[in-house]
């Protein structure tokens, strides 16, 4: 008898039993119990605030906490989609010299995404919430036209949860473009390390995540975190590698 094939829903279903799983029994490996407490003040701000804006070093668990969050919101219905989203702003070589259409030349900018996804549930998971469409890409020179959330019929919010990273590689001007973006019922984590910027800046000229910061971090609703080199949770020579970049 040929066996019979599982729903979505049931195989989400068990999607949802293997995070909650791996959760404790990767618990340490992953830093979800966090290594200091500023991780854990920003895992709680991103949870009580509609933007949520985060500015730190490589190895502060910036981009992994945000996805943390949004696969609890997306498990207990709180969002019906992540979105996931990047400035295309190349540092040297151009897009154009990798290999693929566009849209596997963009993938290739959301790897960082995809590997720390992958860390928490496993390839299987990742690949149904791709093909199911839970987890979307969508670069941010595209997104002019889009508004990421709304309501459903009943009138209950129908939200995304937006993570944004590299944004130290916006304009002011993009970074308008992504916040005006935001739905009702939606959740934005923008993120980024501000020591790295591929912009070519006037002088004086500030880069979208250090204007949004100033301009919008104490309207209500909105949060902000600054990791230094001390919130460094890898491995300690890449810590004093760091540092020497600072001096």
Partial sequence: MAKKKRTFNQEFEEFEDIVREKKVHLGYRLNLK??????????VGIKSNRIFLTRGSAGTGKTIIAILAALEMLKDGSIKKILITKPIVESSSSMGF???DM??????Y???????????????YLNILKQ?????????????????GGVNEDGTPSGYFIIADEMQNSTVREMKLLISRLGEG???VIMGDTDQVDLRL????KNGLDDAVDRISNINGVGNIQFSDDDIVRDPFLIEIMKSYKS
Avoid: D, H
């Avoid at 959301?110 to 299987?124: A, D, P, Q, T």
């Avoid at 006037?202 to 000229?205: C, F, L, Y």
């Fill in 202 to 205: 006037a002088r004086n000229e």
């Fill in 110 to 124: 959301m790897v960082s995404f995809y590997s720390n996804l992958e860390k928490i549930i496993g390839r299987e």
């Fill in 132 to 148: 199911e469409g839970l987890i979307v890409e969508v670069p941010l020179n595209f997104m002019r036209g889009n508004t990421f």
């Fill in 186 to 188: 939606s959740t934005m």
């Fill in 34 to 43: 966090f290594k200091n407490k500023k991780q854990k003040e920003y895992y």
């Fill in 103 to 108: 849209t596997t030349k963009i993938s290739q």
């Fill in 98 to 100: 990798l290999p693929g």
